[in-house]
């Protein structure tokens, strides 16, 4: 089925709103954060991430029928790659350069040695898009028999009845369910946002702010009420992506073609804007310059246009260069990783299937 310029738009929104959260930490932790911005962050946490994980299983849906080898080398092993190259970085910086604000990242090589299993940095999306996709690829046909305890699952997270212990393996109890829905109702939902017009896409938009402003003021303060909320908002804000894309005059179509891009562009913009946000709030701090600034409340938006600018302009330089490694895992990095997993797979197939056999054998042996 056709790829929906929508798509993209909802893309390009989520990432505006990881870097916008990144922000607003970092800020929050040099003590320049304006005020209100917190709240803000902290209610858009129901639309951020479950609205990037329903689009990002929309878009691996496709990924059902591929064999488990070509499912490694296009999809697994490319997003592992970057995952353990970008926390390298992340862990060089953040120890060398902005160690107050990220102590959790950089105050010891535990984290980072312990990332495969137990991910604490800002890349966890990466790690959690993983693990989804060999979940759902796993679940095959069965996977919509697991929306309902994936559901309950994300309401126990969310209203903190179930804890882990962890932030990132709360946040992946509290996304999974997300995925799922686009890889198992991508064909419903493409067909629901293609014939959505104008008029209704507007209106579900209004009540999604609506929904979520009421949320922040108290208004849903009940049991079950942030994730009820949370589906709303991640509905509605497909719907306001369908909005953009069908908004008539210029102005409208050049915000929908700079989310659209933005959205076809969201890797290297995950990857490298957290670095910029802390780099930045660190020289801020250092060069005495935020006593002279205040709180002033254009300095989230303003450092969201600097990260996602420099984020992009990275990327360019990296290309230019020759440096394509450190956005696409090497052709040869790849094959051998996929290999050495199929190779792992095919031996502990065998571990598993030689009891079975011999048990099979016997039971033959000892039949009249």
Known sequence: MRRLPALDVARGLAIVLVVLHHAVLHLDAAHLLPVGWRSVNGELVLLRMPLFFLVSGLLAASAAGRSWGRLLRSRLVPLLWVFALWSLVRFAVFRVVTPRFQPWEADSLVPLLLAPLRPTTGLWYLYALAAFTVAARALGRRAAWVLVPAALLSVATSEQVLRAPYYVWHQMGRCFVFFLLGWCLRAHLLRLLGTLRVLPAAGLSAVGAGVLVAHGAGLLDVVGAASAVSVVAVVCGLAFAVLLTALPGAGAGALCAAAGWLGRRTLPVYLVHELVVGVGTSAVV???????????????????????????????????????????????????????????????????????????????????
């Open 286 to 368: 250092a060069l005495g310059v935020a006593a002279a600034w205040g709180r002033p409340w254009w300095l989230p938006p303003v450092w969201v246009v600097l990260a996602v600018l420099v984020s992009l302009g990275v990327r360019a330089v990296a290309l230019r260069v020759g440096a394509s490694w450190a956005y696409e895992a090497p052709a040869a990095v790849v094959e051998r990783a996929a290999g050495l997993v199929e190779r792992v797979g095919g031996v502990l197939q065998r571990a598993v299937r030689a009891p079975a056999g011999r048990g099979a054998r016997r039971a033959r042996g000892g039949t009249p």
